[in-house]
């Protein structure tokens, strides 16, 4: 019985070592051991899992890159770690370093992107838009045309070609394409606020306020629609849209310098200068460094007439934007009103050098050579002005004044002619007809364009003596005489 009792527990103990081992090997499979007795995860499961992970992190950073949060960076870093052959997460991440002035990472990140995949439209489109930012616009427009034909459906590629066209100045072909890139995706703030900014530089501002508002419906934060809708708006002489647009702005970003000055455009449109100082003064508070805000103060410093004000904010401007046309052309104003005209001329020639189209520029230059007797200068400067602007219709009548100072009197007349079609209701340019047409001998004529001033401004001395100037070669004194004193009476002597 002992024998047979000790058989029973030497089997019993064997059983017990021998499940002892089965779960320790089992414990020792789960720790990476050299047995496995549970079924491995098939290799393209775990490959899908990590493309899925790598494309949701890739979707929040785009998202975030076009919303204008901050993320995106991150996001597009984390993507590419999980999967290192993503070339579009490479590509955005390339167009945020981009945006935040990293130039070099950017490009080593586009180069990256287009290693693994030189034939990806977005890849390619993105990296138009650096090319763009070091001012080379040829090889952004190669690679934007080369995103185009690959993928003609995609709006990112039309949208991007579009900035590039209006870097150009080509707001017509922009605008196609920034249709186009909208009937392909109506999802993007950015593509409407683009296109309703393309719209104001075109002068359908009506039709820019509906997309910018579309803008604002989809990114209820996006400074730049609010930036822009509000300057639609104030074109459009909407002044109170337009100091609404820029409180909405305000609540979004009160440190964004844009929105106070567009209030103090507004309120010096109104004729309220010393409010829009007001506005003028917070914007550059917000921003000590923001150049228009001081251009923006020193204009309405010299509609106050306080010209040392004026003087002393359009210098700042210029200190810290040397290169801002509108500071030298308002500080030649201030010159011009300080009777200076050799400083006046040296800031339009800024202006021209700074913004070459800038045709109030040329007019005011010009303007200086005729009082100085240079006419072929003058004139060539009123040229450059019609030009730039061919509806400008002050420089007609400048170039005409020119013009028949040299004696060249038909030019005159034919320049005037312009002038009238264009300002029919401005008394200068038909005192201007008036002497011409005297220097051309024909008196009539001249009676009728005098006549026209002082019957569109009753009060206009100048056009009175004009009249009274004819009566006396006519020999009709008396006609003379009492239109000499009406231009008297209204403070024109000569």
């Given at each position: 019985?002992?024998?047979?009792?000790?058989?029973?527990?030497?089997?019993?103990?064997?059983?017990?070592?021998?499940?002892?081992?089965?779960?320790?090997?089992?414990?020792?499979?789960?720790?990476?051991?050299?047995?496995?007795?549970?079924?491995?995860?098939?290799?393209?499961?775990?490959?899908?899992?990590?493309?899925?992970?790598?494309?949701?992190?890739?979707?929040?950073?785009?998202?975030?890159?076009?919303?204008?949060?901050?993320?995106?960076?991150?996001?597009?870093?984390?993507?590419?770690?999980?999967?290192?052959?993503?070339?579009?997460?490479?590509?955005?991440?390339?167009?945020?370093?981009?945006?935040?002035?990293?130039?070099?990472?950017?490009?080593?990140?586009?180069?990256?992107?287009?290693?693994?995949?030189?034939?990806?439209?977005?890849?390619?489109?993105?990296?138009?838009?650096?090319?763009?930012?070091?001012?080379?616009?040829?090889?952004?427009?190669?690679?934007?045309?080369?995103?185009?034909?690959?993928?003609?459906?995609?709006?990112l590629v039309y949208y991007n070609r579009a900035r590039i066209f209006q870097d150009s100045g080509n707001y017509v072909n922009a605008q196609a394409d920034l249709d186009r890139a909208i009937s392909f995706d109506q999802s993007k703030s950015d593509y409407y606020q683009t296109h309703g900014w393309n719209l104001r530089k075109m002068g359908r501002n009506a039709e820019a306020v509906d997309s910018l508002l579309i803008a604002l419906a989809l990114d209820p934060e996006n400074v730049i629609a609010f930036n822009n809708l509000g300057n639609a708006y104030e074109d459009l002489g909407r002044y109170d849209e337009a100091l609404e647009t820029a409180d909405k702005h305000?609540?979004?970003?009160?440190?964004?310098?844009?929105?106070?000055?567009?209030?103090?455009?507004?309120?010096?449109?109104?004729?309220?200068?010393?409010?829009?100082?007001?506005?003028?003064?917070?914007?550059?508070?917000?921003?000590?460094?923001?150049?228009?805000?001081?251009?923006?103060?020193?204009?309405?410093?010299?509609?106050?007439?306080?010209?040392?004000?004026?003087?002393?904010?359009?210098?700042?401007?210029?200190?810290?934007?040397?290169?801002?046309?509108?500071?030298?052309?308002?500080?030649?104003?201030?010159?011009?009103?300080?009777?200076?005209?050799?400083?006046?001329?040296?800031?339009?020639?800024?202006?021209?050098?700074?913004?070459?189209?800038?045709?109030?520029?040329?007019?005011?230059?010009?303007?200086?050579?005729?009082?100085?007797?240079?006419?072929?200068?003058?004139?060539?400067?009123?040229?450059?002005?019609?030009?730039?602007?061919?509806?400008?219709?002050?420089?007609?009548?400048?170039?005409?004044?020119?013009?028949?100072?040299?004696?060249?009197?038909?030019?005159?007349?034919?320049?005037?002619?312009?002038?009238?079609?264009?300002?029919?209701?401005?008394?200068?340019?038909?005192?201007?007809?008036?002497?011409?047409?005297?220097?051309?001998?024909?008196?009539?004529?001249?009676?009728?364009?005098?006549?026209?001033?002082?019957?569109?401004?009753?009060?206009?001395?100048?056009?009175?003596?004009?009249?009274?100037?004819?009566?006396?070669?006519?020999?009709?004194?008396?006609?003379?005489?009492?239109?000499?004193?009406?231009?008297?009476?209204?403070?024109?002597?000569?």
């Amino acid at each position: 019985m002992k024998n047979r009792l000790t058989i029973v527990v030497v089997l019993v103990m064997t059983c017990i070592i021998v499940a002892g081992l089965v779960v320790v090997q089992s414990r020792n499979a789960e720790l990476g051991g050299a047995v496995n007795l549970a079924p491995e995860m098939p290799t393209e499961i775990l490959n899908n899992s990590v493309s899925s992970s790598a494309n949701e992190l890739y979707e929040s950073g785009v998202e975030a890159y076009w919303f204008h949060k901050t993320g995106a960076e991150d996001f597009l870093t984390q993507a590419i770690a999980l999967d290192p052959e993503f070339a579009e997460a490479y590509a955005y991440r390339g167009a945020v370093y981009r945006t935040s002035g990293n130039m070099n990472q950017s490009f080593d990140d586009f180069s990256k992107a287009l290693e693994i995949d030189s034939n990806n439209a977005t890849v390619l489109s993105l990296f138009s838009r650096w090319y763009l930012q070091k001012g080379d616009t040829q090889t952004a427009m190669k690679l934007s045309n080369q995103a185009v034909e690959i993928d003609l459906k995609n709006g990112l590629v039309y949208y991007n070609r579009a900035r590039i066209f209006q870097d150009s100045g080509n707001y017509v072909n922009a605008q196609a394409d920034l249709d186009r890139a909208i009937s392909f995706d109506q999802s993007k703030s950015d593509y409407y606020q683009t296109h309703g900014w393309n719209l104001r530089k075109m002068g359908r501002n009506a039709e820019a306020v509906d997309s910018l508002l579309i803008a604002l419906a989809l990114d209820p934060e996006n400074v730049i629609a609010f930036n822009n809708l509000g300057n639609a708006y104030e074109d459009l002489g909407r002044y109170d849209e337009a100091l609404e647009t820029a409180d909405k702005h305000i609540q979004v970003d009160p440190n964004d310098p844009d929105a106070y000055n567009l209030k103090g455009i507004v309120y010096s449109q109104l004729g309220n200068s010393v409010q829009a100082i007001a506005e003028f003064e917070k914007a550059i508070k917000v921003d000590p460094m923001f150049s228009d805000g001081y251009v923006n103060l020193g204009v309405d410093y010299r509609k106050l007439g306080n010209l040392d004000k004026a003087l002393s904010a359009l210098n700042t401007a210029i200190e810290i934007d040397d290169s801002n046309p509108d500071a030298y052309y308002n500080r030649g104003l201030v010159y011009h009103d300080l009777d200076n005209d050799n400083k006046a001329f040296e800031d339009y020639s800024s202006t021209i050098q700074y913004a070459p189209t800038y045709h109030q520029a040329y007019l005011n230059r010009g303007n200086i050579y005729r009082r100085n007797g240079e006419y072929d200068k003058a004139i060539a400067d009123y040229d450059s002005a019609i030009a730039v602007f061919p509806q400008f219709g002050f420089a007609y009548w400048n170039r005409a004044i020119a013009y028949d100072s040299k004696g060249d009197y038909d030019q005159a007349l034919a320049d005037l002619e312009v002038a009238v079609s264009m300002n029919p209701y401005d008394t200068k340019i038909y005192n201007s007809l008036g002497i011409t047409y005297h220097h051309l001998g024909e008196y009539e004529l001249s009676l009728e364009a005098y006549q026209t001033a002082v019957d569109i401004d009753p009060t206009y001395g100048r056009g009175y003596y004009g009249l009274g100037f004819i009566y006396d070669l006519l020999g009709e004194a008396e006609r003379a005489q009492e239109n000499y004193q009406k231009a008297a009476d209204f403070g024109y002597t000569r």
